[in-house]
């Protein structure tokens, strides 16, 4: 859908992801306890997410933080009609997952754009990675399962340098046509500007209007809210965040975490953009993850709070 065809209020609602309970949760040094996932997961469904990615089905001795991905599937009570998304990183992991089928209604499989940050990431090549995407996309649809994908480094590769968007834009209509409705583009480590976000997205939702294009930031370098900005100024619709600002790529070291989903929300509103969710209850979430954690947690919402435009009672 590009932005010529949006109606009026389509153009000003967005829809988010929380991605806190995988991407933010595997990057933490400390394992967190099975229940205390489940309680946060459950404070962000009363926060009125529809989209939140809940597990991953990877190897436990490679990232054994989420080693407990259907122990916590069986264990959340989120409200109906919330869609729980699992990352799957290959053919055993989708066999795992589909094992507990029943649990989730999204699945989402991914590729770095850069060929030595997928080596690093899942000692695979690009190449090998697309030809088992066109099998395990086949198997997602047929189970009846919404089909995701996600083009990890698609604004830039701490080994390669720049990614050309040819390049990103081709793996994303490979994924397209192995059947994936929704396409994430990840900015891994924290490379892009708005400049290069604006012109990117410009282009990704001219060649690929058939599919939901999703923006993922971190806020490595302090740029993740501008980003996502240019992103929603050049017609992309859907984010994914994660509470607390939680989260980072585990290759290489120093790319911290996601943007924080409480500040995304909090720009939104202020613009006049609707979410459909709750900002206090979403902050009241991260501020539960920032006492399980036993730490500080680095967004501004969650020491500011919201914008209050009315003056305080004397």
């Known amino acids: 859908m590009t932005q010529d065809n949006r109606t009026q209020g ?13 991407d933010g949760f595997q990057n933490e040094p400390e ?12 404070a962000l469904g009363r926060a009125g997410f529809t989209r939140i990615e809940v597990a991953s089905f990877v190897r436990p001795d ?21 869609e729980r998304m699992v990352l ?11 094992k507990v089928r029943h649990l989730f209604e999204a699945a989402t499989l991914f590729v770095s754009a850069s060929q030595t940050h997928n080596k690093k990431n899942i000692n695979r090549t690009v190449e090998e990675t697309m030809a088992d995407v066109k099998v395990m996309g086949k198997r997602i649809v047929a189970e009846g399962l919404k089909f995701c994908a996600v083009v990890a480094t698609s604004f830039g590769c701490p080994y390669e340098g720049k990614v050309p968007v040819e390049r990103v834009l081709d793996l994303a209509e490979q994924f397209a046509a192995a059947g994936a409705t929704e396409i ?31 923006a993922h930031f971190h806020n490595t370098r302090g740029q993740g809210l501008a980003n996502a900005y240019a992103a929603f100024e050049a017609g992309c619709r859907s984010f994914e965040s994660s509470f607390g600002e939680l989260g ?16 995304l929300v909090s720009m939104f509103h202020e613009m006049g953009v609707e979410t459909g969710l709750d900002l206090e209850k979403v902050i009241e979430a991260a501020r539960e993850a920032q006492a399980v954690l036993g730490r500080k947690l680095t967004s501004h ?3 500011a709070g919201p914008v209050l435009w009315a003056p305080a009672a004397s």
Do not use: W
């Open 301 to 303: 919402s969650i020491v």
């Open 31 to 42: 394992t967190i306890p099975t229940p205390d996932k489940i309680q946060l997961i459950n």
């Open 10 to 22: 389509e153009a000003r609602r967005v829809r988010i992801r929380e991605v806190g309970p995988r």
């Open 62 to 82: 490679v990232i054994p933080q989420l080693s407990d991905g259907g122990e916590v599937l069986a264990g959340v009570d989120l409200p109906e009609g919330l």
């Open 184 to 214: 994430g583009f990840g900015d891994t480590t924290g490379m892009a500007n708005p400049a290069y976000v604006s012109r990117f997205f410009t282009a990704a939702l001219e060649r690929l209007p058939q599919v939901e294009l999703t």
């Open 88 to 98: 799957i990183p290959n053919t055993k992991g989708l066999d795992n997952a589909l």
């Open 248 to 263: 980072g790529c585990p290759v290489p070291a120093g790319s911290t975490g996601n943007i924080a989903t409480e500040d």
